[in-house]
């Protein structure tokens, strides 16, 4: 922060005698310029060597203080300039309308020198405190934001730990198709002739495993990637598929049956990728885990996407558990608040955080006859936006 010294105070009044006496007590302390009306004090303002405060006469030929006062405040080059009126006019009514058009302090004519010393030096300071204090807080800010993707970090490394197991199932399966696949084609171009029909469709299935093993792959390295956020026009049903296609092997290892109810030409979302997918993946462990229990009755998963009226999309994850105990209802995005024995009570909590700062909702609510349905709201990219 620079020294006092450094700063630069405007003194605007259209009599000489009163810009000698201000100039005189406070060059000593600060840098001096003068303007004697409102056009030029405006293009003072306004140059690369901007005042950081502006001592305003209020009554002067053509532009007054209240107007110059306006067009500083109109400004956001010069927004910021603390403004002190100087003035003659006492009555309460003018008093109340220079604060209203921006000015900080008001003092009286005949003023006292030293006085006028002292408001200034207060007021920069008032500014540099102010100035710091924001600093402090962005600071702040930025720590928080790299905390919160360094805990959804986590908490991803979490829920990808516990599907590693069907993740590599789900790998093994493609990758032993190709190996099948490559050797049933080595088989029929050893035939004599070689049947090349059945070489070409072997070749076929082996680039669609192959496919199929790279975005199993692709949606690890998307849920494990680490960095700033990137937000894109994205096609939910896309990523609903993605992650439906990485928790295959975990919803066959908890015999829970998956049915996906996905609307068609629905609007885009403006949302990290990354974010989006781990929201989606986390309501569906929940769902799955929810269901664990259940020894009676089918254990189903239902993901619906819907249109939200003409200003977002819809989301729900429906589960056939237990449901969530109405004494847990309102707590349950709550950070630390689990009901596992094992939980960290991070996942719905961070669901919330990454939903709310995309400017949606998420809530909670029994299904029935039984289970749970968590969904989430988010605005469209564009209104009517379906392309």
Known sequence: MPPLRQKLVLVVDDTPTNIAVISGVLKESFRIKVATNGKKALAIARASDKPDLILLDVVMPGMDGYEVCRHLKATPATREIPVIFLTGVTDAENEEKGFEVGAVDYIHKPFSPPLILV???????????????????????????????????????????????????????????????????????????????????????????????????????????????????????????????????????????????????????????????QVILNLIMNAIEAMVSVSDGARLLRVRSENHGDDGVLVAVEDSGSGIAPEDMDRIFETFFTTKSEGMGMGLSICRSIVESHGGRISASRANPRGSVFQFFLPTAEPSDHS
């Open 119 to 277: 408001r200034v030096k207060n007021q920069l300071a008032l500014q540099s405190a102010l100035r710091q204090a924001r600093e402090d807080r962005d600071q702040a800010e930025e720590l928080f934001h790299a905390l919160q993707a360094e805990v959804a970090l986590v908490a991803r490394l979490a829920t990808m730990g516990e599907l590693a197991a069907s993740i590599a199932h789900e790998i093994r399966q493609p990758l032993a198709a190709v190996v099948n696949n490559a050797n049933a084609g080595l088989r029929w171009l050893k035939h004599q002739p070689p049947n090349l029909e059945k070489v070409r469709a072997a070749l076929k299935r082996i680039v669609r495993d192959s496919e199929r093993g790279g975005d199993v792959i692709g949606s690890i390295q998307g849920m494990l990637k680490k960095g700033e956020q990137e937000r894109a026009r994205l096609d939910i049903n896309d990523l609903i598929r993605e992650v439906m296609r990485l928790v295959q092997g975990e919803l066959k290892n908890r015999g829970v049956s998956s049915r996906a109810e996905l609307a068609d030409d629905l609007p885009r979302v403006l949302a990290d990728r990354i974010q989006l997918r």
